[in-house]
């Protein structure tokens, strides 16, 4: 049955959560095709999560594998396509455990950065899974800087190949998913020389193992880089090549290509090679950041209006742990940063949209603002939300510490998010570098993209707010947020040009203040957030209660902003002391109000029991029992240990002879 403490939290909720659920999907029709694929994978017992807490990594990859391939057969079974209106929820119902990810990547790359022609040969038989791809970027000796990868491509004119080599130990490939095991072929990024000249980092498509018994490839030296501190289902690899030849053909040429004769002839932009990081890295934000997220805010808060620990008022039966103000102040704002990004990753969405169109027609030139955003964004909250998630963890108290609250692992696989697809301090030095340019633009009066055209205006002035009501206004707190962006990019703007007026060199300059650009980055992250969130609400339709929840969710996540980093806001004297006390007063009023809609707010994510894999977290709210049944489960319960007979039994006896 249901437990009573979680079913009367449902029985008062402000809003309907049916229609938020749909508000979230983007219409009705979007969560009536999500529920049916997820409703088709979840009562597919191939696809079932239930023993992954208890499997070693070998177990885990098979069984990634084995999901993968049986996907094939359903998506074809269910009628489902790659470019059809289910996909993005596959991934999701699967919760990702799933192989041949980076086979997507590798198709992806394919179709970016290849040929018409390039495109015809390959994309087919990595459709049909006649080979199975990965995307070989990241080495030993280098990640987020592409310049500096040392993997190299010779071009051999008398045989019209490209001789590719990865000359010393830091060269080796290392990381690339599906490489470890599973994949035949890889997209390998390496240094292209012709007649002795560099042309910089280029795409091979390169076969590593054989399409008849998956041996590898002459030349090719290939493995897993073994346990890390999740993705143990993923075969992460590593990739040695030795004088492996391709034909002149498998460099992706839609942007440049070397001709028959050695002429290396490009057309169109060398950025546009960051287009394709730039798209994983927004499909990234969504599945494995804010879903994990959404989820560990379910878990939490359904497992603190079940969890009673001590009394509130003498007397009384002993308090959910969710009626205490400081359980409040860990929770609720982190739930409010979910329905943030949520937002923000539909507007970052629409920038992609529209830059795509673009490049399409050959125009790049929205290309560094989509490039400086999605890095900042993707740092910003892959940040954000990993401190997020282990504040729900450490709010479950000891049993959020067991696997089979689903936090752990939640933690462990959001973490990777910070570090994988551009490392978050040098995504934020690109976002600070590119608000500089346009505040120098701005500054000098020419035009900007509207995202930064608050930077040509900074103005002095000080908060209006008069009383704790005031910073309940969204223009009020909007305002603030830009009033401190502005001043942090402005005040470091000012810095870099008096180091470099003072004969300091550019480069140093740039250095003594990367700690300050940070900032300034997650500031401009922050302001944007908080701006889209208040316009997303003000769209939002009155009627079923969405709208006001909404609005006070938006309040929530900014005043927890303001709350939080009081210094920035305070340092200028743009809030006073006193406004600071009238910010701390409304956000805690907001707790108490939030406080009511918690249960219905994460009821409106629609995560499923096996979704979610938590036995903390399901939807009955039966914690304990869940608790005790998984622990049966597990197989240290199910066979007779043997240090019993090799330790125990003989320390055992040893001591009883003895007494």
């Known amino acids: ?98 192989a041949f990810l980076l086979h997507r990547i590798f198709m992806r790359s394919i179709s970016m950065l290849g040929s018409d022609k390039q495109i015809a040969k390959w994309i087919p038989l990595a459709t049909q899974y006649q080979l199975i791809g990965s995307y070989a970027q990241t080495e030993l000796g280098h990640g987020t800087y592409l310049q500096g990868l040392e993997t190299t491509a010779v071009f051999d004119i008398t045989t019209q190949e490209f001789i590719l080599n990865t000359p010393k130990i830091s060269a080796m490939k290392w990381w690339p998913g599906d490489m470890g095991r599973s994949a035949t072929h890889t997209v390998v990024f390496a240094q292209l020389y012709v007649q002795g000249k560099c042309y910089g980092v280029h795409p091979f498509i390169v076969q590593i193992r054989s399409l008849q018994d998956h041996s590898l490839c002459p030349g090719i030296t290939a493995g897993d880089i073994g346990p890390k501190m999740n993705f143990e289902h993923v075969d992460n690899g590593y990739l040695m090549l030795q004088n492996v030849r391709v034909p002149r053909e498998n460099m992706l040429n839609k942007f440049c290509e070397v001709q028959p004769d050695g002429t290396y002839a490009r057309w169109g932009s060398q950025k546009i090679n960051y287009f394709t990081m730039t798209t994983v890295r927004i499909s990234l934000i969504s599945d494995e950041v804010i879903i994990p997220l959404m989820k560990a805010c379910t878990i939490a808060i359904r497992y603190s209006v079940v969890r009673r620990q001590s009394k509130l008022k003498p007397g009384e039966q002993e308090a959910k742990i969710l009626d205490y103000q400081t359980q409040q102040e860990k929770l609720l704002p982190q739930l409010a940063a979910a329905y943030a990004f949520h937002f923000i990753n539909n507007y970052l969405q629409e920038l992609f949209d529209k830059v795509y169109r673009e490049i399409q027609r050959k125009k790049f030139d929205t290309l560094p603002e989509l490039h400086a955003f999605s890095s900042g964004f993707k740092a910003m909250v892959t940040q954000y939300c990993t401190s997020a998630v282990a504040i729900c963890l450490q709010a479950c108290g000891g049993h959020g510490y067991s696997l089979l609250s689903g936090l752990p692992s939640l933690y462990t696989k959001i973490v990777a998010s910070c570090i994988y697809e551009g490392e978050n301090t040098i995504l934020l030095l690109q976002t600070a570098r590119f608000l500089i340019k346009c505040f120098m633009a701005a500054g000098a009066g020419q035009p900007v993209p509207p995202s930064v055209t608050y930077l040509a205006a900074v103005k002095p002035g000080k908060c209006p707010a008069k009383n704790k009501l005031d910073f309940l206004s969204p223009d009020v707190y909007t305002e603030a947020y830009q009033h401190m962006a502005a001043r942090l990019i402005s005040s470091t703007a000012a810095k870099l040009q008096d180091l470099i007026q003072s004969g300091v060199k550019k480069t140093d300059a740039w250095n003594q203040c990367t700690v300050q650009l940070v900032q300034a980055a997650k500031a401009h992250c922050h302001y944007i957030t908080v701006k889209n969130f208040a316009e997303t609400v003000e769209k939002l339709e009155t009627k079923a209660g969405i709208q006001k929840i909404m609005k006070h969710l938006c309040d929530l996540f900014a005043l927890h902003g303001i709350f939080s980093n009081g210094g920035v806001f305070l340092h200028d004297g743009y809030v006073s002391g006193a406004q600071m006390d009238m910010v701390t007063a409304s956000y805690l009023d907001l707790l108490a109000i939030i406080r009511k809609d918690a249960v219905p707010l994460v009821d409106a994510f629609d995560f499923t029991d096996k979704s979610l894999n938590s036995a903390l977290g399901s939807y009955d709210g039966q914690v304990y029992q869940r608790l005790y049944e998984w622990a049966q489960k597990s197989p240290t319960n199910k066979q007779i240990s043997p240090a019993y007979e090799r330790y125990l039994k003989p320390l055992l006896h040893n001591t009883l002879s003895k007494l």
């Open 1 to 98: 049955g249901m437990n009573p403490d979680l079913a009367s939290e449902r029985q008062t909720a402000s809003f309907s959560v049916e229609k938020l659920t749909a508000r979230l999907d983007g219409g009705a029709e979007h969560t009536r095709i999500r529920r049916a694929v997820v409703e088709a994978i979840e009562c597919d017992p191939v696809f079932s999560r239930e023993n992954q807490y208890f499997q070693s990594q070998n177990e885990r990859y098979e069984g990634a594998v084995r999901k993968a391939v049986h996907l094939q057969k359903k998506m074809h079974e269910m009628g489902w396509t790659e470019d059809g209106p289910e996909f993005k929820y596959i991934y999701r119902a699967l919760s990702g455990d799933i």
